[in-house]
């Protein structure tokens, strides 16, 4: 199995074209966008996903493409990807859970994006809950950490991981800081 295989994948399972993207465009370009993220080779805009703000996200809303990312997102955390590619799509997932509205164009639709991604994220608690375990990366299991606070029901369990997590995460998430549950 090549490295993103599973992210290719689950973006030619979209139909990017159909979508509208923030910008006002078709969200076909958003595919690209989203391979280059993968690209352990990428710098700038292309490495941080930032390039996403104002066309999936933005401080205030989601568009309609956040549910297609938010599942690639997820198949990127199951690919074998290197270190500082899966910190990226944990950065994108984790703006996709804290979305806090939906576009207008969506909501006239009766979508509530943010809760959307919410439910598929639910779909992934395994696959955080590795993140913070594995030891890979303080940064990256805090990120994780912080998605899981958004996204699962289960409050003890959450709890039980952060005890049993202890050094693994960061200050922030050990001593509930970060918390708003």
């Given at each position: 199995m090549r490295l993103i295989e599973l992210i290719e994948w689950e973006i030619s399972r979209q139909d990017w074209a159909a979508m509208r993207c923030g910008c006002g465009d078709s969200a076909e370009h958003l595919a690209p966008d989203l391979l280059r993220l993968a690209d352990d080779r990428a710098v700038g805009e292309e490495a941080n996903?930032?390039?996403?703000?104002?066309?999936?996200w933005s401080p205030v809303l989601l568009w309609e493409p956040a549910p297609a990312v938010t599942t690639v997102a997820l198949a990127a955390l199951a690919d074998p990807i290197p270190p500082e590619v899966r910190h990226r799509f944990l950065d994108l997932l984790q703006h996709m859970v804290a979305g806090e509205g939906t576009d207008a164009a969506s909501a006239r639709r009766g979508l509530d994006l943010p809760e959307r991604c919410r439910a598929l994220a639910r779909q992934g608690l395994w696959l955080l809950y590795e993140e913070v375990a594995s030891g890979r990366s303080v940064s990256a299991a805090g990120t994780a950490f912080e998605?899981?606070?958004?996204?699962?029901?289960?409050?003890?369990?959450?709890?039980g991981v952060r005890e049993a997590a202890g050094e693994l995460l960061p200050v922030c998430c050990r001593t509930g800081l970060c918390d708003d549950w």
């Open positions: 996903g930032a390039g996403f703000e104002e066309h999936v998605i899981l606070s958004v996204v699962e029901p289960d409050r003890e369990r959450l709890r």
